[in-house]
């Protein structure tokens, strides 16, 4: 998470909250596969700090649900050739 614009009294007024991953996968042949993922989101900061949290707390679980899946339609590519 962090700020990524600022108001005139220098408050932050916009987050971006973003996931990296990166895997590597070796297989029996000791093949070696890598790959990175990315996703990442904008939202605006609020001034209930309560109501905020939990708002984060949801988009970094939407954030884990959505890379988790990429990384398994990944496997599953190498998995079919």
Do not use: P, R, W
């Amino acid at each position: 998470k962090k700020g990524i614009t600022k108001d005139k009294a220098n408050n932050i007024t916009n987050y971006l909250m973003q996931i990296d991953v990166d895997i590597k996968i070796i297989n029996f042949e000791k093949n070696k596969i890598e790959k990175s993922f990315t996703s990442n989101f904008t939202y605006n900061n609020q001034s209930d700090k309560f109501e905020l949290l939990n708002y984060e707390k949801s988009i970094k679980n939407d954030l884990i649900i959505k890379v988790s899946n990429e990384i398994l339609l990944f496997i599953n590519s190498i998995n079919d050739n």
